[in-house]
């Protein structure tokens, strides 16, 4: 199974402040048809999980351009520029490119 | 608009088997390419991958599990399903499908307790 290592566990950050996000996977999340299933996903309490980016670097729709995503082969990072409150919560990791497919641990975006 | 949600017992004793319905909309799992997948939470814990099945009827099991997952689909009523056998109470989790990996139903909690 691909190892995702999502660091850190917690992120205390300021409001308008910059949060960056790791996930690090045990084997290449490159396909073999030359993508890389690599998303990032907030989620709120009580709610489902909710999509920011795919395939490493797409905003999904209605994303704020405060998130970005960047990374290839097996080291990956969210950042989030100029916090808000809304976006405090649960950040995971998804690589969908292999079987089984796996999720981060998580990282707990909250409040200085 | 494609949404997803999904249905189940809500509670069940241990060592029963679990049934899960995930009832789509807004895409075809007889198309080319379409997936959903069954994902779990426990409460205050990560997202755990339990399996997908394909447009093809293709089927991914997490390996941990595998012994005890069944997925399956109704193209014609738009549906997927998810059985687990032999429940028990570390499976009490908010249970997810999604069309990976951009929508997700709201999940259904199942609670197995005596």
């Known amino acids: 199974d691909v190892v995702m290592t999502q660091t850190p566990v917690s992120l205390p950050v300021s409001l308008g402040g910059q949060a960056s996000i790791s996930c690090r996977s045990s084997q290449s999340l490159v396909h073999s048809n030359g993508n890389t299933y690599l998303h990032w996903y907030l989620q709120k309490p009580g709610q489902s999980p909710q999509l920011l980016i795919y395939?490493?670097?797409n905003r999904f729709s209605g994303v704020p351009d405060r998130f970005s995503g960047s990374g290839s082969g097996t080291d990956f990072t969210l950042k989030i520029s100029r916090v808000e409150p809304e976006d405090l919560g649960d950040y995971y990791c998804?690589?969908?490119?292999?079987?089984?497919?796996?999720f981060g641990a998580g990282t707990k975006l909250e409040l200085k | 608009q494609v949404t997803l949600k999904e249905s189940g017992p809500g509670i069940l004793q241990p060592s029963q088997a679990l049934s899960l319905t995930c009832t789509f909309s807004?895409?075809?799992?007889?198309?080319?390419?379409?997936?959903v997948s069954w994902i779990r939470q426990p409460s205050g814990k990560g997202l755990e991958w339990l399996a997908t099945i394909d447009w093809d009827d293709d089927k991914y099991y997490n390996p941990s599990l595998k012994s005890r997952l069944t997925v399956s689909k109704d193209t014609s009523n738009n549906q997927a399903f998810l059985k687990i056998t032999s429940m028990d109470s570390a499976d009490t989790a908010t249970y997810y499908c999604a069309w990976s990996p951009a929508y997700w139903g709201q999940g259904t909690l199942v609670t197995v307790s005596s």
């Open positions: 998804l690589q969908s490119t292999h079987f089984p497919n796996t």
């Open positions: 395939r490493v670097s």
């Open positions: 807004g895409f075809s799992l007889s198309t080319y390419g379409m997936r």
